[in-house]
């Protein structure tokens, strides 16, 4: 059995509406970015990036009531909801009942975790941002983007 380090601190986070309202006891467990077609899809984005904690240092400090679970029992999952907005809120494993995952952007401030894993990296995307060079979009500003490459020259000499 893996032993939880000592709370030090508390993480608190919320739904985009505001109505759910939940905190975790600091440090989490571990962070990782999830690549999964499944993830993807129930965040609408290229790639979730969760924050895991023990279930007993996790609090629903506000609208309970307002949370909606989908349990896919296949894969043996379950993910919660905000009723009002639809924010993803907890990703649990059925396998694993002592934990949940948390979006990271949910969660304001410090976890005590940084995403240093990947998880399903072969599912990433072609069409997912991987650190690219950017540059500001002239008349656009706060707007970046990544140029095109330029095409080589064609060798006109060695075309035939």
Not at 50 to 64: A, D, E, Q
Not at 75 to 88: D, H, L, N, Y
Not at 97 to 117: K, S
Request: contains cysteine; glycine residues 10%; charged residues 25%.
């Amino acid at each position: 059995m893996v032993k939880a380090a000592k709370p030090v601190g508390i993480s608190r986070g919320q739904c985009l509406c505001g109505k759910i309202r939940f905190e975790i006891d600091t440090p989490a467990r571990w962070a990782w970015h999830d690549h999964s077609s499944a993830s993807r899809r129930a965040h609408g984005a290229a790639y979730a990036t969760y924050v895991g904690s023990w279930r007993k240092r996790l609090r629903i400090t506000g609208g309970k009531s307002g949370i909606a679970r989908y349990e896919d029992r296949a894969t043996g999952t379950a993910r919660s909801f905000c009723a009002t907005c639809g924010t993803p809120l907890f990703y649990e494993r059925m396998g694993a009942p002592h934990m949940v995952n948390i979006p990271r952007a949910l969660l304001e401030g410090r976890t005590g975790r940084q995403p240093l894993y990947h998880i399903a990296i072969e599912q990433l995307q072609e069409w997912a941002y991987t650190g690219e060079p950017l540059v500001p979009l002239k008349g656009f500003p706060g707007v970046v983007w990544q140029r095109s490459k330029k095409k080589k020259p064609m060798d006109r000499e060695g075309m035939f």
